[in-house]
């Protein structure tokens, strides 16, 4: 079952709930009966009262299926004189005689077919001006729900003396939206759902690309700012209606959702407490701080704090982080009292321990970070850089500049230090960020989150960086690609796996971090044993580290393989091994080349070649960083030339695979990508281009004045 919302907890104590199913849920396009929504509603009704649930339906489509029953009986009685002349609208009233006859006629065959009673009840706006009628109406409803019996309302339209809906003012209900929620007040139901043929109520006409999906209703904030669709195909009211009648409904005290209809288990998931359709609650104004709105608001606050941030001159800019880096020093201490506490509550807990390593600060991380931010800062300015200039016509030069992508949401495990490198490259670029860390490291990311936003200047505004605090939020984060423009995960396989399923907006990572060394029959030994325990032991828990080392088969008869396995073992690395290693070196078995683990263990198998070693690679790998020592020139570049990963490295230890080590100042994360950027992302793989052209009244009128030169400029002073 998905995530509980938890502004929606409220719903497993719900017990009688009415249900309003909207004219374009019950009709099709023709305006017959929609006999599969249909047999889906009353099969979750079912369902609802098979497990104890009170349930009262509100049902539309009389007259829409009435009418076309009635304009086939007028074409079958018609004379071909008579379809010559001007066809006249059909009575509405008799439309909804016939239609309600053959509509409870189908509900009861649908309920019975699944072991069911219904009963009909047909009301009318001025039956619930008599007290008694009030009083009978909830004896007769209390009656037939102990039976569990569903009651089947529906307006009387075939005798009803009201006028059109929302003309009369004197009206006590004007449609079966108003009607269902009038019913949840009298009959004190615990909860009212609406069934449309929308998932809820959208900012804007659901079918506009610009238009969100509003989770919860606050009205106070949404009031004024909605812009609504057509109305209903069939129906009177439309989501016009159906919104008046939540919010009525609401403010009295009962919760209402506005879903779709067509989807087969919609209730079931709103009485779960699932994130569907729109929620309208009278306390909905005290949950700001959850939910959609709270997402989107830090998005567009971010948006907004960036555009002003690359307004500023490129030495403001570096002032920001020489700032940060000189608070990050002024807190050290509170920094790691916070950090101490996390890594004592992921003991206890029980976490991993490379987790665990992962999360801890060392002696001296936080002044190398203020130190990374201090390079960063004095690094060359890398927004509005002129990458490629053209002369395009006489006068008419164009520019090709580097420019912020705009917000990016970052989504980490375990490392609070990424917090702070990420927020410091996002800072250079001019992007605005949104960060998500691991709850194991909360009260670290809370305090640096905190240090550095104090430091960003209120003419920038710390809206700059929001640090999302709830996983419930990410969903929602997911789905806002209209101010969201990168996603980077940076954890485990599984967390950029969910990330990439969930979400439109382009996301840049890796999956794995299954790095290989090589060595080569030609390796020096001494070097290779210090590249393989380096690229092993150094920080095992990192991306980089070494999880498989392939080694030629004649290291088996030369002692190699042995010096590599005894220098292992010395650091404390336990070894696995493939198929041949285990056989030959009664190791035990790997539980899969595939696997990433984060520890001092590691996989070692025995290749023919280094075109077997590449072959493996490929087929095992995660295109991640892998490595060969060798002193074979012509092995290397056969290695270097056709190992198709990130990074590849000769005679180095895969540890180098990192944006500090490169000297892109800090990283995001290590992308295995290949479109925008691949390896490890520092400022440049945070950047995109922009076209910039200057003119001196040029215009095209079919290109018959203008004379093409498209000269290169770039290099020219």
Known sequence: MAAIDPTRRFLKDVKRVVIKVGTAVVTRDDGRLALGRLGALCEQIQVLNSQGFEVILVSSGAVG???????????VHSSFADLQKPQVELDGKACAAVGQNGLMALYDTLFSQLDVTSAQLLVTDNDFRSPDFRKQLTETVDSLLEYKVIPVFNENDAVSTRRAPYEDSSGIFWDNDSLAALLALELKADLLVLLSDVDGLYSGPPSHPQSKLIYTYIKEKLENTITFGDKSRLGRGGMTAKVKAAVYASQAGIPVVITSGFAGDNIIKVLQGQRIGTLFHQDADKWVSTGEL??????VAARESSRRLQAM???ERSKILLDIADALEANEKIILHENEADVANAKDAGYETSLISRLVFKPGKVSGLAKAMRVLANMEEPIGQVLKKTELSDGLILDKTSSPLGVLLVIFES????LVQIASLAIRTGN??????????????????????SAIPESVGGG??????????????LKLDDVIDLVIPRGSNKLVSQIKSSTKIPVLGHADGICHVYVDKSADMEMAKNIVVDAKADYPAACNAMETLLVHKELMENGGVNELLIELQTKGVSINGGPRASELLNLPAAPSFHHEYGSLTCTLEIVDDVHAAIDHIHTHGSAHTDCIVTQDREVADIFLRQVDSAAVFHNASTRFSDGFRFGLGAEVGISTSRIHARGPVGVEGLLTTRWIARGSGQVVDNDKGVVYTHRDLTHQA
């Open 65 to 75: 299926a009435g009418r076309q029953r009635l304009r086939y009986r007028k074409l």
């Open 294 to 299: 709270n997402s989107r608001d830090m998005a």
């Open 313 to 315: 001159p490129a030495i």
């Open 415 to 418: 490392r609070p230090d990424a």
């Open 432 to 453: 605005g960020l949104l960060l998500k860390g691991g709850k194991e490291a909360r009260r670290s990311n809370a305090i640096l989150h905190k240090v550095i936003t």
């Open 464 to 477: 700059l960086i929001g640090l999302v605090t709830s996983r419930d939020e990410i969903p929602e984060l």
